[in-house]
């Protein structure tokens, strides 16, 4: 048997022990792998038309005949980890089977994730309603009780809301969130594929650190 040993590379003397399992122990950062120079920053965007901090973010669109298409995308100077996406869907008497308080949509919203390496990778499909939204986000936040449920009151003047968050952690179990790579055209994207003009407000705030 031959005895090894694995010591970091700093010069500290530190050395990997192992577990009564024989596992190795390590320590979970709040970020992904890096070097102790690089800086974790937070990062929040709302998707916009052109996928930029300087477009519009008003999602109530007509894409009914030509889709109309948000997006969040990647920068040229940090990578960027998204980890939620808190959407807003307002309309006076909204309910849960109804998208705002218009009837469930025809075509649907699409949220898809669109890479260089990976292609496109469709998150979900043909969301209609509002509780396809609150579905999506696994019900969460849940709040209220029966008709109520998930539902905030008085969010643009006297309208009510649904305001689910879609966690990629707890969707998909990535830690950190969707990788946007530094100096690519990633990108997280909603298309909306029918006319959703007349209700009060629809849009989706992205949340997560850049490095």
Same mark, same amino acid.
């Given at each position: 048997?031959?005895?090894?040993?694995?010591?970091?590379?700093?010069?500290?003397?530190?050395?990997?022990?192992?577990?009564?399992?024989?596992?190795?122990?390590?320590?979970?950062?709040?970020?992904?792998?890096?070097?102790?120079?690089?800086?974790?920053?937070?990062?929040?965007?709302?998707?916009?038309?052109?996928?930029?901090?300087?477009?519009?973010?008003?999602?109530?669109?007509?894409?009914?005949?030509?889709?109309?298409?948000?997006?969040?995308?990647?920068?040229?100077?940090?990578?960027?980890?998204?980890?939620? @996406?808190?959407?807003? /869907?307002? =309309?006076?008497?909204?309910?849960?089977?109804? *998208?705002?308080?218009? &009837? +469930?949509?025809?075509?649907?919203?699409?949220?898809?994730?669109?890479?260089?390496?990976?292609?496109?990778?469709?998150?979900?499909?043909?969301?209609?309603?509002?509780?396809?939204?609150?579905?999506?986000?696994?019900?969460?936040?849940?709040?209220?009780?029966?008709?109520?449920?998930?539902?905030?009151?008085?969010?643009?003047?006297?309208?009510?809301?649904?305001?689910?968050?879609?966690?990629?952690?707890?969707?998909?179990?990535?830690?950190?969130?969707?990788?946007?790579?530094?100096?690519?055209?990633?990108? @997280?994207?909603?298309? /909306?594929? =029918?006319?959703?003009?007349?209700?009060?407000? *629809?849009?989706?705030? &992205? +949340?997560?650190?850049?490095?």
């Amino acid at each position: 048997m031959i005895k090894t040993q694995v010591e970091d590379g700093f010069g500290t003397g530190r050395r990997l022990r192992l577990g009564v399992e024989g596992t190795a122990q390590v320590v979970v950062h709040p970020h992904p792998p890096q070097e102790e120079s690089l800086s974790t920053i937070p990062y929040r965007q709302y998707l916009t038309d052109d996928g930029t901090t300087s477009g519009s973010n008003d999602m109530r669109v007509d894409g009914s005949t030509t889709p109309q298409t948000f997006c969040i995308k990647a920068v040229e100077d940090f990578n960027l980890y998204i980890r939620n @996406i808190a959407i807003v /869907i307002s =309309d006076a008497g909204a309910n849960l089977s109804d *998208f705002g308080s218009i &009837a +469930a949509l025809t075509n649907g919203i699409d949220i898809k994730w669109i890479t260089q390496d990976l292609g496109t990778v469709d998150i979900a499909t043909g969301l209609k309603s509002n509780f396809d939204f609150v579905q999506t986000a696994l019900g969460q936040p849940a709040f209220g009780t029966g008709t109520s449920s998930f539902r905030a009151n008085n969010v643009v003047g006297t309208s009510e809301a649904y305001i689910p968050v879609i966690s990629f952690p707890d969707l998909f179990g990535f830690s950190w969130g969707i990788r946007l790579r530094k100096g690519t055209k990633d990108k @997280i994207c909603f298309t /909306i594929n =029918d006319n959703i003009t007349s209700i009060d407000r *629809f849009d989706a705030l &992205a +949340a997560g650190i850049k490095f």
